[in-house]
């Protein structure tokens, strides 16, 4: 085990962290795209229940991803500081913890799908189909939440391409399987919207065997999960005082894109259409801000573990130029383009134009959300998850929704617009400040 992040040229590692994360992260988003496009197939009611579904998998993906902001935390600053035997212990009990918070969420899920769909507001003759894909998804969330937690761990030790890989694989999986498994194929009976959820499973447990290959074999962090029941206790009190708090950040975007939408809806189904195309191509854009602020996670952790402190500072500067960069790029590019490219999407003239105005509005306030996310990571990455909350919160509802709420009534679905735009350059500037005092609160680097 080698803090390789410590030590070599900033840039290059930044970029070749960043490189395989942005890879995997549009890799997932084109193969979803095909998984709707399959279950399109089968019918608009088929359809429909899968888009009941959709708040679920967010909800499960944010326990993983908050014990995988943990993971990552703990390992990297361990390993920066070379403390080996805690790289394995924190790297096993979050996987031990991780798997049992699975096997309680299967159970809760598998005897709650009709009350829950219901209380979601599901037609009740749509419960048997959201029933027939929920009972084999629910079975298979330890297939899902242990691969994202073993890639947290693997990302922390500086490997983000075997994560992207099998990001990539897991797409790729999907969109093989999906075919075969609705449709059926050969000996392979047709299962309809069931079948679509059998081949998530599939290629999801292909994703747990890899991930905990690779930590067990190339990395050997995997020890006994059988320790004294007091020090197991105290492992999980650490690991769940940071990944708490990183839960709760992972369900504000959501929360907030619910309120957002409702808010947008009362200006017309053209509107929300609009706002939707909107949307998706800023998260397009965004995959590489994505990319850069992942990089930060293990390389902050490393160099925080070795009190490199130096290399942070560099690695921040260097990160929010990158995101600047692309930033002003890609708002050139939808200045004069911006139409041409939402008619890919819908050609609806109405829907070209209020989707188009989206882009021009919020494309360049992405910086201040780019700076924000840079900060986020940055503060996880060392264990500080209840600043990234913080910051998260008086973005979005201490400054987001209440604007949108008051803009939205003035310039009607514009004023909503406006909202995010101001919303996210003073997220920026709170983020900034908050890595600002953090950064000034390092002391020097400490003697090689």
């Not at 921040?316 to 890609?330: D, E, V």
Request: proline share 5%; aromatic share 12%.
């Amino acid at each position: 085990m080698k803090a390789r992040l410590t030590q070599g040229d900033i840039g290059s590692q930044l970029v070749s962290l960043a490189g395989p994360m942005i890879f995997g992260v549009f890799s997932i988003i084109i193969f979803n795209l095909v998984d709707t496009y399959y279950i399109g197939k089968l019918g608009h009611r088929e359809l429909a229940a899968v888009a009941f579904t959709f708040p679920i998998p967010l909800m499960v993906g944010a326990v993983a991803f908050g014990i995988g902001i943990a993971a990552t935390s703990f390992v990297s600053m361990a390993l920066g500081s070379g403390r080996s035997d805690e790289v394995s212990r924190y790297a096993t009990d979050s996987l031990s913890m991780v798997v049992i918070l699975g096997v309680i969420l299967v159970i809760v899920g598998e005897l709650t799908i009709e009350p829950l769909f219901l209380f979601m507001g599901a037609p009740k003759d749509l419960i048997p189909l959201i029933a027939e894909y929920m009972r084999v998804w629910y079975l298979s969330i330890p297939l899902i939440v242990v691969p994202m937690t073993g890639n947290s761990v693997i990302r922390a030790m500086g490997n983000t391409k075997f994560p992207a890989m099998v990001m990539a694989v897991a797409g790729l999986g999907n969109f093989i399987f999906d075919p075969i498994f609705i449709f059926g194929f050969g000996p392979i009976p047709a299962m309809g919207l069931q079948g679509a959820a059998v081949a998530t499973a599939l290629s999801r447990f292909f994703t747990l065997i890899a991930a905990v290959y690779v930590l067990k074999k190339k990395y050997n962090v995997l020890t006994s999960p059988f320790i004294p029941i007091k020090k197991l206790l105290d492992n999980w009190r650490k690991i769940t005082q940071v990944a708490f708090p990183a839960f709760l950040n992972n369900l504000v975007n959501p929360i907030a894109m619910l309120v957002l939408t409702k808010l947008v809806a009362s200006h017309g189904e053209i509107v929300v259409a609009g706002f939707g195309v909107g949307t998706r191509i800023e998260a397009l854009f965004s995959i590489v801000l994505i990319g850069i602020a992942a990089s930060l996670s293990p390389f902050v952790g490393q160099n925080y573990g070795a009190k490199k402190y130096s290399r942070i500072k560099t690695a921040l500067f260097m990160a929010n130029k990158y995101s600047s960069i692309w930033i002003f790029i890609c708002g050139l590019l939808l200045m004069f383009f911006s139409k041409n490219l939402v008619s890919v999407f819908n050609d609806n003239p109405k829907v070209i134009e209020v989707a188009s105005t989206y882009l021009k509005i919020m494309i360049f306030s992405i910086i201040g959300l780019a700076l924000m996310q840079n900060s986020v990571a940055s503060h996880n990455s060392i264990g500080k998850s209840k600043t990234s909350l913080l910051i998260n919160l008086l973005r979005i509802f201490v400054i987001h929704i209440p604007l949108a709420v008051m803009l939205g009534s003035l310039y009607s679905y514009e004023g909503i617009y406006w909202a995010g735009f101001i919303a996210n350059i003073l997220g920026g500037l709170i983020g900034t400040a908050f890595l600002v005092k953090l950064v000034k609160s390092f002391p020097e680097d400490s003697p090689a």
